[in-house]
């Protein structure tokens, strides 16, 4: 499964996996204190408590949801002196509590955790455990190429992934058929798309940029066509610029779409589950995310079966005289887990995080249409052809560009984002835009 055709891009991953501002409890309520003591399995054992915090809250992420709690009641059914305590918050609240627990090194035993850049301060802080001995385990050789390197530093395995994403623009199919639209190839006929959704009062696109890396997509993927893969990640990098003349026009091109009303009213002060409700609500016609969505569009039954049946997909349009391939992605390997190195049952958080990872991988399929990063057989599985479509289209990508915010050091990755919420906000100039983010690429 996911035969790639062309390396995966890691020097360019920035997962866009971002999350916001407060906590939502699950069932088994918030961060109790570890218990110490034997790690072995059993009910004679003794009773041990692992913390585990994560980001798929039942109403937003209903699939994910659903397995986290089939898994970790199997678990607690073999490992009968196990508890999995979990605590759950929505994406931007996630990562926020994060950073309050890493500063005062209380770290769950058990967390969600990004690839790259979001995770070397936690590497270098001493935060997280390699976990680099269950890859030579039950997981050696089970992970798609290209998803684990995406968590190493230094040579060790801080993350182990459990998805695989890319971003392709979601549209409403029975919009497009009321107006006899026809799905864009190039990025000409996407405004003439836009142009005719305006001319009949209905937003073209819904942007929930006050999370701000849903913008970052758009401006990504304008730079990619513009200037070319290669171009971007350098720049990124540091060993480029982003004055590059095609990287200036890319941030230029995201304020013609502003000017063009091309985004429902209020966008820079939408979330992206405000803005995803617009998209559901049927009040726009496209909404660009990852492929994490997938579940919401084959298998959440609190999302009317009409409108699912109604999304399709497109990849981002070409651009004329561009340097970018229409085959050419944002994405790569989603969150994964980590342990925490100052866990009190490390070596029983490592067996959950071994245990949890096996069986993501194909109930993440069958039960909920994520895309997993580690290797399932899917020719006997019968699935929605928008997943389908979707999973062919990653083995055929000619490069998955990670994430610009999660492939960033912190600091510079704020920076990214603030200026691309001022970009959109018309606050700051496409040039003046580019050299904030010369200044903190290269400042290494």
Not at 286 to 299: A, F, Q
Request: charged share 20%; proline share 4%; glycine share 8%.
């Amino acid at each position: 499964m996911f035969k790639k055709k062309t390396a995966i891009m890691l020097s360019t991953l920035s997962l866009a996996v971002v999350m916001s501002a407060c906590g939502q409890n699950a069932n088994n309520g918030g961060n109790a204190p570890a218990n110490e003591g034997s790690n072995e399995s059993g009910s004679g054992a003794e009773k041990v408590t692992v913390n585990f915090m994560h980001l798929w809250p039942e109403g937003v992420s209903a699939g994910q949801n659903k397995i986290v709690n089939q898994i970790i009641n199997e678990y607690q059914k073999e490992h009968t002196n196990v508890t999995i305590k979990q605590e759950v918050l929505d994406n931007e609240q996630y990562k926020n509590k994060l950073k309050v627990l890493a500063s005062s090194n209380q770290l769950p035993d058990v967390g969600v955790t990004w690839a790259a850049g979001f995770l070397q301060p936690y590497v270098e802080g001493n935060l997280f455990t390699p976990l680099d001995d269950l890859l030579g385990g039950e997981l050696n050789g089970k992970f798609v190429n290209g998803t684990t390197e995406a968590y190493a530093i230094d040579g060790k395995t801080y993350g182990l992934p459990l998805e695989f994403n890319i971003s392709p623009i979601y549209y409403n199919k029975a919009i497009f058929e009321k107006y006899s639209l026809e799905v864009p190839t190039t990025y000409e006929q996407l405004k003439q798309v836009m142009k005719t959704l305006n001319d009949n009062g209905v937003a073209p696109i819904t942007l929930g940029n006050k999370d701000r890396w849903t913008g970052s997509l758009w401006y990504m993927y304008l730079a990619d066509r513009f200037a070319g893969q290669e171009a971007l990640a350098n720049a990124i990098n540091g060993t480029g610029s982003f004055k590059d003349e095609n990287l200036v026009k890319a941030a230029s091109e995201v304020q013609a779409l502003v000017d063009s009303n091309a985004f429902v009213k209020g966008f820079n002060g939408l979330s992206n589950e405000e803005a995803k409700s617009e998209f559901i609500n049927g009040k726009a016609a496209m909404y660009m995310m990852g492929t994490w969505e997938l579940p919401n569009w084959t298998s959440n039954e609190d999302i009317p079966k009409e409108f699912r049946d109604s999304v399709g997909f497109f990849k981002f349009p070409t651009v004329e005289g561009g340097k970018g391939n229409i085959d050419s992605w944002v994405g790569g390997p989603g969150v994964g887990l980590f342990v925490s190195e100052s866990s009190k049952v490390k070596e029983e958080a490592k067996k959950f995080v071994e245990y949890f990872v096996q069986k993501w991988g194909e109930q993440a399929v069958t039960d909920a249409g994520v895309i997993p990063a580690t290797k399932v057989d899917t020719a006997s599985l019968e699935l929605p052809p928008l997943y389908v479509d979707l999973f062919n289209e990653m083995n055929k990508a000619s490069s998955v560009t990670l994430f610009a915010d999660v492939q960033m050091q912190p600091n510079a990755a704020e920076t990214h984002l603030n200026q691309i919420q001022s970009l959109f906000g018309k606050a700051v100039t496409p040039e003046k835009f580019s050299e904030e983010h010369d200044a903190v690429s290269k400042a290494k």
